[in-house]
């Protein structure tokens, strides 16, 4: 089945330092992919819908200049949070649907990536 | 009212015991997916409805379109199904899910 790449897994950084997430749809091309964030025991929440070639789609409440995506290619979105503070230690996980198979759209998650400000 | 609910929030069964997890929606949708999100925090896309019902290995997911509810179905439950279950809908191939709480689901030997 087709796989979504999330990468680091873990990382830990200084407070104020930017940190870079990648998410890479290894075998189909994905126009569209989401950004989540999930704190302990609570479900996904969409930060943002990244559109390959534009801007991305941010959802209310989430800080477009903190959190900056970038859909350069058909198979790679990145997001990077910018100054980073102890508040912004969470779980960040990727998702693009596979348009393939009859274009229904069958939702793929990255591994995601424990992030993780001191 | 959450536009996805599932019932239960947790659940406990013993190694063996057959489990249903429910899923309520209230918009229009094209799909529904069930989840697993294993404790490692990955997630594992185990369904995609629109209509009926598919099998895979122990697990059974169903759909009743008219009633917007799934169930998903495990039979002869192991440990290590043990997991959070996530049901999610979503309209068109490329749009945005909308996901429930999940179900804590815990299968002890």
């Known amino acids: 089945g087709a796989v979504v790449s999330q990468h680091p897994s873990r990382v830990i950084c200084k407070s104020g330092t930017s940190v870079k997430i990648e998410c890479r749809s290894l075998d189909f091309q994905a126009t569209t992919m989401f950004w989540y964030r999930q704190f302990p025991k609570q479900s996904l929440m969409l930060m943002a819908t990244?559109?390959?070639?534009?801007?991305?789609?941010?959802e209310q409440g989430v800080e477009k200049d903190k959190f900056l995506i970038n859909h350069a290619s058909l198979t790679l979105s990145t997001l990077t949070v910018t100054s980073a503070h102890p508040e912004d230690s969470s779980f960040y996980i990727c998702?693009?649907?596979?348009?393939?198979?009859?274009?229904?759209?069958?939702?793929?998650f990255g591994q995601g990536t424990r992030l993780t400000v001191v | 009212k959450n536009e996805v609910e599932q019932s239960p929030q947790n659940l406990t069964a013993q190694e063996g015991e057959f489990i249903t997890i429910n899923c309520s929606y209230s918009?229009?949708?094209?799909?529904l997916h069930w989840l697993q999100q294993h404790p490692g925090g990955g997630i594992v896309s185990l369904f995609m409805?629109?209509?009926g019902k598919k099998k895979h290995g122990r697990l059974i997911a169903t759909i009743n379109i008219q009633e917007k509810h799934s169930s998903l179905h495990i039979t002869a439950s192991h440990p290590r199904d043990s997991a959070v279950y996530i049901c999610a809908v979503g309209e068109g191939s490329g749009s945005r899910l909308t996901f429930g709480e999940g179900t804590q689901l815990t299968v002890n030997p």
């Open positions: 409805l629109s209509s």
């Open positions: 918009v229009g949708i094209s799909a």
């Open positions: 990244s559109n390959e070639g534009s801007k991305a789609t941010y």
């Open positions: 998702s693009a649907r596979d348009p393939g198979g009859g274009g229904v759209g069958e939702a793929f």
